[in-house]
């Protein structure tokens, strides 16, 4: 893969290892946990999302629970942007998500330490683009939450795409 690539793919797993976190894979880190809509992650109104834009998305998210900036998320930052009643189970699950993907032992992720390899999210975006388009249609997307009937991702331990 090249750079561009594999940086959107980084930005996607990114986003997926976020939300797996907090139990809900449909769910950002906004504090209160609504679903992203279709209409926000097709940036430029097309009518379908693209691996771009589902990674600036991502980033976007990334960003926005990154709040001192540093290009990394702490354990306090992932509880900041998830606070929902359960601070203390969250902060353990957040403590032994970081334990499990620091690669670098430095006690916070960077963008390249969470989610799925590149090989899977790419496999994972291309199921969801059932069309071949390149992009993924409203129609795509919903078709994939109907499959899974409801189910969310990351309700098997918070890390179940890591890897």
Known sequence: MDTKTTLLASAIAAALAITAVTANAERGPRGGGERASFSELDANGDGEVTMAEMAAHAAARFAEADTNG??????????????????????????????????????TLELGEIGPSEERQQARFERLDTDGSGGISEEEMEAAREARGGRHGGQRGGDSDNG
Do not use: H, P, Y
């Not at 998320?73 to 902060?91: F, T």
């Open 70 to 107: 540093d290009g990394s998320l702490s354990s306090e930052e992932m509880i900041a942007a998830r606070m929902n009643g359960n601070e203390d189970r969250l902060e353990r699950r957040i403590s032994r998500f970081i334990e499990r993907a620091d690669d670098n032992g430095n006690g």
